[in-house]
């Protein structure tokens, strides 16, 4: 448990304020954040960037609601998008449009215009169809696209296949063969700028070798490029650094980037990190209740309100989150199946959980700030939990519940 989470009384708190207010005052299932957890991972990345030229983009995607980016931008952050509707989200939140670097295979014309005319950073190219297109929208409106290309290393990051991306197998970046033609036909396009080099090579990345190992690779490529008289004003190590879900030895972020840096030695060019899951995975969390205990001949069933739409990870990669029942019972410890409501055998966020529960308890699952709320969907016409942050003694709801009439609200009969 991180240091954000205690125990009073025998009821678990977020800071300094008990969960079970939280649920009486906004309900369940709610996502509940720590503001003091966000702002002391942010900090973490920059006090380990001292005395380095970096930008740190926080990867939107893990989660984006405008209060976490407004935090963000206030601490300096810039950010790092794949869509027009996450670059439309950082605007809004107050995030600076230089600090913006947009990634992503499939950028439509709509987006890079968008872009484009907000004045971001970098669009991270990756392939060759996106810089011709790039160069054509740029040449439209008048304006110059600043360009890094993402090269895919070829290298195993040991983490789950579906979130693994620095393979050639991957529909990632661009091999190393093709970078170089890659860059040298940008040079050529008046309205694109070379301006860097990215590398991002999956998540939930627990060991520090493979990002050297892109490191190395990318270093050895800049190279290349610097002896073919292309210079690069920054090199993107993209993100990807993991969390401690439930015993991973995932490295201190002060680690990583200390023996990232000292593979970069005496160059003196700038660095972009694009970290997500590093910075709000482990400062929030998603509270539920228990509805029914379900026992069963061969198996235990704690039936709880929040389910695999509102935490998609448990059903989509079987990843594991810590699940901590609010109030400590004397009751017998039994093994329990966390499943939600929703109709399908993968709809699970926990199995085989020793706890003593009763109906009606609360329980909290670990761990959820990144990829949850921004990965959740409305299935079995279920509206979107609330999303609270909690500050000290304080607590701030910062999206409200949805309802089920705002689900169907623009839906129309036929004729
Ligand atoms: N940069 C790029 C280009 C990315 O594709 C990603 C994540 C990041 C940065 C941030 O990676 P992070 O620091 O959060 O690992 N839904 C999955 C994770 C998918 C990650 C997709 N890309 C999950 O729940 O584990």
Not at 103 to 109: A, C, D, L, N
């Amino acid at each position: 448990m991180s240091l954000t989470y205690f125990r009073e009384d025998g009821a678990l708190c977020v800071e300094s304020l008990p969960l079970e207010t939280i649920a009486g005052q906004y309900g369940t299932p709610c996502w509940v954040y720590s503001r003091a957890a966000l702002e002391a991972a942010y900090r973490e990345f920059e006090q380990a960037c001292a005395g380095r030229e970096t930008l740190i983009c926080y990867a939107v995607k893990a989660n984006s609601n405008l209060a976490i980016l407004n935090l963000f931008a206030r601490l300096g952050a810039g950010f790092d998008i794949v869509s027009g509707g996450e670059l439309a989200r950082v605007l809004a939140a107050g995030g600076a449009a230089h600090k913006i670097v947009f990634s992503g295979v499939g950028k439509t014309e709509t987006e890079m215009r968008a872009a484009l005319a907000a004045g971001i950073l970098c669009f991270n190219v990756e392939s060759e169809p996106e810089l011709e297109r790039l160069s054509r929208v740029a040449d439209d409106i008048g304006l110059t696209a600043p360009v890094s290309i993402r090269v895919n290393p070829d290298i195993d990051a040991k983490t789950h296949p579906y979130i693994a991306t620095g393979l050639s197998e991957n529909k990632f970046g661009v091999g190393y063969e093709e970078a170089l033609p890659l860059y040298r036909k940008a040079l050529r396009l008046p309205r694109v700028r070379v301006v860097g080099i990215d590398v991002h090579i999956g998540s939930q990345i627990t060991a520090i070798e493979p990002f050297l190992a892109a490191l190395d690779r990318v270093l050895e490529f800049a190279d290349v490029l610097d002896a073919t008289g292309i210079r690069l004003e920054h090199l993107d190590l993209g993100g990807g650094l993991g969390i401690r879900y439930r015993d991973e030895e995932a490295p201190a972020v002060s680690d990583y980037l200390a023996r990232l840096f000292s593979a970069l030695g005496e160059r003196r060019v700038k660095i972009l990190f694009e970290p997500g899951r590093a910075l709000v995975g482990n400062a929030g969390m998603l509270l539920t209740r228990i509805e029914y205990l379900k026992r069963g001949p061969v198996k235990n069933f704690a039936v709880v309100d929040a389910a695999m739409n509102d935490l998609l990870r448990p059903a989509l990669y079987r990843a594991w989150h810590d699940i901590v029942p609010v109030r400590r019972r004397t009751v017998e410890r039994v093994d329990w199946d966390v499943v939600g409501p929703v109709c399908e055998s993968a709809d699970f966020l926990g199995l085989e959980r020793p706890l003593a529960v009763e109906q009606g308890d609360l329980l909290a699952l670990l761990s959820a700030g990144a990829y949850g709320m921004s990965m959740s969907s409305n299935y079995n016409s279920r509206p979107r939990p609330a999303e609270v942050i909690v500050d000290g003694a304080a607590v701030h709801l910062v999206r409200p519940r949805e309802s089920v009439e705002s689900l169907f609200a623009s839906e129309r009969f036929l004729p």
